[in-house]
């Protein structure tokens, strides 16, 4: 039963785990990036990210690049702990699984 | 009480089993996704392979041109000197050109954008070392230093590779190690450095693009 405790229930969703997944190896990532690589629409990425910054495991910063506004998003450090946290919980319930 | 412990056992095994294979699905996702968004990945092995007959094919023209007219001397001046030098350009050039228009069309057929951050990324991450070598061989040559000219190139297209490989296929690291060894040998004997460009511009590049070609192209 332990095995289930890791699990984050904030994680529980593809196009979060997505978010996390992309903002693991990337220092940051902008709102459009994020979209093109999920292809997802903007309305259900600005859902999950508002989600995932509630829970203080990315930061959002606003800025103007030229005249265009421009959101971008990093990791904290909490988020990549618990994300790690997560994929490990995941391997350890695939390996049982199978 | 203890039934239904029993009945909750069995449930959440069940669902277990179920939902371990979209587990499976979204590691493999995770790990797709991190690739994606920081690796651009369409190299072109068939470039690689290229660049190394235009490199081969350069050598044996100046092999041939030194050979013959030039008793196996380069001399740094004359018409000799000049042809060399537009083989050399034509060479890169070329291979350049061969790169960029096959890695666009890998990039189109695996879906992948040619200019994006990642590609940005790896471009910027290639041009640093090189760069730098670059502009620093230039400035050895106009101070009449020629002989570490070969090497120095080995050494620092060596380095860009190991630089950018960070950004694209993994692979790259392990040629452009070769490339630094190469240039540090021919740094040691400069008197071999047209066989060691020869071993490291040509066949190594056939080589390893023959690999990359295989490992990465064949099989999908």
């Known amino acids: 039963m332990s095995l289930i405790t890791n699990i984050n229930k904030v994680f529980d969703h593809r196009i979060r785990l997505g978010i996390m997944s992309i903002l693991m190896v990337n220092e940051y990532a902008d709102f459009n990036m994020l979209k093109e690589l999920l292809e997802v629409t903007d309305g259900n990425l600005a859902s999950h990210v508002k989600a995932l910054e509630k829970a203080e495991y990315l930061e959002v910063e606003k800025q103007f690049i030229g005249r265009k506004p421009n959101t971008r998003y990093n990791a904290t450090q909490l988020g990549k702990t618990e994300f790690k946290k997560h994929i490990n919980a995941l391997e350890k319930l695939i390996q049982k699984g199978t | ?220």
């Open chain 2, 1 to 220: 009480m203890a039934r239904s412990i029993v009945l909750f056992y069995f449930v959440f095994q069940s669902t277990l089993d179920m939902e371990s294979k979209d587990y499976l699905k979204d590691i493999s996702e995770i790990k797709n996704l991190m690739n994606k968004s920081s690796r651009f990945i369409s190299l072109s092995g068939l470039s690689g392979i290229l660049a190394g007959i235009y490199a081969l094919v350069g050598a044996a023209a100046t092999y041939w041109l030194v050979m013959t007219y030039s008793n196996g001397t380069l001399y740094l001046d004359g018409w000799i000197f000049r042809t060399v030098l537009l083989i050399l350009f034509a060479v890169a050039g070329l291979s350049i050109l061969t790169g960029i228009l096959l890695t666009t069309r890998k990039a189109k057929k695996n879906g992948e954008k040619i200019w994006d951050a990642s590609s940005r990324r790896l471009i910027l991450n290639f041009l640093i070392p090189l760069v730098a070598g670059g502009l620093y061989i230039l400035i050895i040559l106009n101070q009449q230093k020629y002989g570490q000219a070969g090497a120095l190139m080995l050494i620092f297209y060596g380095l860009a590779l190991v630089n950018a490989s960070k950004f694209s296929i993994g692979d790259i690291r392990y040629l452009g190690y070769i490339q630094v060894i190469l240039g540090l040998i021919c740094a040691l004997f400069p008197g071999y450095g047209f066989w060691l460009w020869v071993l490291g511009f040509g066949v190594m590049h056939i080589v390893y693009g023959a690999m990359m070609h295989f490992k990465y192209d064949v099989k999908k």
